[in-house]
T-cell receptor, first 113, second 113 residues
Framework: AQSVAQPEDQVNVAEGNPLTVKCTYSVSGNPYLFWYVQYPNRGLQFLLKYITGDNLVKGSYGFEAEFNKSQTSFHLKKPSALVSDSALYFCAVSPLNDYKLSFGAGTTVTVRA | SQTIHQWPATLVQPVGSPLSLECTVEGTSNPNLYWYRQAAGRGLQLLFYSVGIGQISSEVPQNLSASRPQDRQFILSSKKLLLSDSGFYLC????????????FGEGSRLTVL
C-alpha cells in the first residue's frame, strides 16, 4: 500500500522569502505524485503533478516541485512567497494507472507580511 | 468545462438521524467518483470510490454507505448518524487513471449533535 509523509505540521515564512513544503512517499513501482492546496472551508485545488519526464514540475500560482526518486521525495517550492499563499497543502501519491490517491496529513503554511 | 457540485454545504443533524449527501459532475462522462472525509481540518480519508454505475468500493468499514444511481451522481448515506460521523465530506472525480488527478467539490460540513 502507498503512503505519504509530510513531516512538518506547520511552515512559517516571511513574504518574499522562498517557501518549501516537504513530502516523502512510499509506493510500489513508479508513482504519480500530486500537490493540492486547500483554503478554509473549501475543497482541494490541484496545483501540480509528476507522472514522468523532467524531475522539476511547474504548476499553478508560481509553485514548482522536484521529484527525487532516490530520496522518494516530492518537495513543493515557491521562490517568493505571498501572504495569499497561506493555506493547507497536501501531497498525494498513487501507483501508475491506479484509481486511488493517498494523501498526507497536510502542512499549514503561514506567510507573514 | 467540467464542474462538480456538492450539497448541502452545511448540515447539522441529531445522533440517530439519517444522512444523504449528494454530488454531481457535469461536462464529462463515466468519471471515477470518490467520497473523502476530512476530520479536524487535516488529513483525508478515502471512504468510497466508484468506477461505474452501481459499482461501489468501500475503503473503511463504517456507518456510511454510498450509491451511484446515475453516471455522474454519487450519494453518501447513513441510516443512523453517530457523533463520530461529524466532519468535512469531500466528493471528487477523476477523468481517467492515465491523467490521474482528482478534482474536488467544495465540501459538505456535517455536525452531528
Amino acid at each position: 500500500a502507498q503512503s505519504v509523509a509530510q513531516p512538518e505540521d506547520q511552515v512559517n515564512v516571511a513574504e518574499g522569502n522562498p517557501l518549501t513544503v516537504k513530502c516523502t512517499y512510499s509506493v510500489s513501482g513508479n508513482p504519480y505524485l500530486f500537490w493540492y492546496v486547500q483554503y478554509p472551508n473549501r475543497g482541494l485545488q490541484f496545483l501540480l503533478k509528476y507522472i514522468t519526464g523532467d524531475n522539476l514540475v511547474k504548476g499553478s500560482y508560481g509553485f514548482e516541485a522536484e521529484f527525487n526518486k532516490s530520496q522518494t521525495s516530492f518537495h513543493l517550492k515557491k521562490p517568493s512567497a505571498l501572504v495569499s499563499d497561506s493555506a493547507l497543502y497536501f501531497c498525494a501519491v498513487s501507483p501508475l494507472n491506479d484509481y486511488k490517491l493517498s494523501f498526507g496529513a497536510g502542512t499549514t503554511v503561514t506567510v507573514r507580511a | 468545462s467540467q464542474t462538480i457540485h456538492q450539497w448541502p454545504a452545511t448540515l447539522v443533524q441529531p445522533v440517530g438521524s439519517p444522512l444523504s449527501l449528494e454530488c454531481t459532475v457535469e461536462g464529462t462522462s463515466n468519471p471515477n467518483l470518490y467520497w473523502y472525509r476530512q476530520a479536524a481540518g487535516r488529513g483525508l480519508q478515502l471512504l468510497f470510490y466508484s468506477v461505474g454505475i452501481g459499482q461501489i468500493s468501500s475503503e473503511v468499514p463504517q456507518n456510511l454507505s454510498a450509491s451511484r444511481p446515475q453516471d455522474r451522481q454519487f450519494i453518501l448515506s447513513s441510516k443512523k448518524l453517530l457523533l463520530s460521523d461529524s466532519g468535512f465530506y469531500l466528493c471528487a472525480w477523476m477523468r481517467d487513471t492515465i491523467t490521474g488527478e482528482l478534482f474536488f467539490g467544495e465540501g459538505s460540513r456535517l455536525t452531528v449533535l
